[in-house]
Every structure is written in C-alpha cells, then in structure tokens.
C-alpha cells in the first residue's frame, strides 16, 4: 500500500474508499458477527426504501416469494416458505399474508394466493430502488471473493438450517 502526503501542512486529504484487494489482511475472519453486522447494514438499506413504498420488510418477502412462485401458492404453501426463509412464527406471517390482502398486493384466487399487478408493480419498484444502492455495495468487490464469500454462505446457511430443524422438530 502506498501512502501520499500533503506538501504542505494546509492541503486537505481526501478519504480513501475501502481497499477491495483480497489479499487485505486487515479484515477480521468472517463468524456469525460479522455475518450479523453485514446483514443488520444491508437490512437497514433496505429496509428504509421499502417504508418509502409502504412496506415492511417481511411483507417485501411474502409478496416476492408469491411473486416468484412457478405456480400461485396456497395460503399454507406460502407460509411454509416464508418460515423456511425468516424463520419466523407461522402465526405472524399469516397476519403478514392477511395486511398484503388487505393492500391489494395479494389476492384469494380460488385456494391460491397470486400477486396482484400492484404486487408486481410494487416488487419493480422496490427492485429498481434497491439497485444503484446495491451496486454501490457490491461494487468493486473482485469476483473470486464474491465466489468465496457464496460457498461460505451456503455452507453456513445450510449447517444453520439443520440447527434451526433439529431445535424446532422438523
């Protein structure tokens, strides 16, 4: 690493952005904190666009994984998949399902539950909102740390997921 300095005492300096090199050996190994505090920074970004479209963050995720759906899910389909993703109460992402209803994001189709076209219209906009910020983030980042950091993430979520199956019975 080089390191410049001012030829005078009154010439202002300018920070630096974050090295991106994969040889930094200043960075702390990667465990459940760091993982934590990179999620809870990532969390709050977006978390912040999608009160500025009038959503919370767990219904952002039952509508897209509705959206996503190959085929409209049913009401207990859906909440089965959303407790596999947040982990969360099945009681609380029924009423979650109940308020994307009552927005009109969501509709009862028979025993299916589509997103509506102000479902999907919502999902864009939140998508093209969250992405200059996400490039931003992302950005720089060399591709084999991206590679590394996956592998690690899918072999932490998956071991994760086994704990989390074995503590609540399935």
Same mark, same amino acid.
């Given at each position: 690493?080089?390191?410049?300095?001012?030829?005078?005492?009154?010439?202002?300096?300018?920070?630096?952005?974050?090295?991106?090199?994969?040889?930094?050996?200043?960075?702390?190994?990667?465990?459940?904190?760091?993982?934590?505090?990179?999620?809870?920074?990532?969390?709050?970004?977006?978390?912040?666009?999608?009160?500025?479209?009038?959503?919370?963050?767990?219904?952002?995720?039952?509508?897209?994984?509705?959206?996503?759906?190959?085929?409209?899910?049913?009401?207990?389909?859906?909440?089965?998949?959303?407790?596999?993703?947040?982990?969360?109460?099945?009681?609380?992402?029924?009423?979650?399902?109940?308020?994307?209803?009552?927005?009109?994001?969501?509709?009862?189709?028979?025993?299916?539950?589509?997103?509506?076209?102000?479902?999907? !219209?919502? *999902? &864009? /906009?939140? #998508?093209?909102?969250? =992405?200059? @910020?996400?490039? +931003?983030?992302?950005?720089?980042?060399? %591709? !084999?740390? *991206? &590679? /590394?950091? #996956?592998?690690?993430? =899918?072999? @932490?979520?998956? +071991?994760?997921?086994?704990?989390?199956? %074995?503590?609540?019975?399935?």
């Amino acid at each position: 690493m080089t390191t410049t300095t001012p030829t005078t005492p009154t010439t202002p300096t300018t920070p630096t952005a974050p090295t991106t090199d994969s040889a930094n050996t200043d960075a702390p190994p990667a465990d459940a904190r760091a993982l934590g505090l990179a999620h809870y920074a990532a969390r709050g970004v977006l978390e912040q666009i999608l009160a500025r479209h009038g959503v919370t963050f767990q219904q952002q995720v039952v509508l897209r994984a509705a959206a996503t759906a190959q085929t409209p899910p049913t009401r207990d389909g859906l909440v089965a998949d959303v407790r596999g993703t947040l982990k969360a109460d099945p009681a609380d992402i029924r009423t979650v399902v109940d308020g994307l209803l009552d927005k009109g994001l969501l509709v009862e189709d028979g025993a299916h539950l589509p997103a509506t076209d102000a479902g999907r !219209e919502l *999902l &864009a /906009a939140v #998508g093209a909102a969250v =992405a200059p @910020v996400s490039a +931003r983030v992302w950005g720089g980042i060399p %591709a !084999e740390d *991206l &590679a /590394a950091a #996956g592998r690690v993430l =899918a072999l @932490v979520t998956e +071991r994760a997921d086994a704990e989390f199956a %074995a503590l609540t019975d399935g």
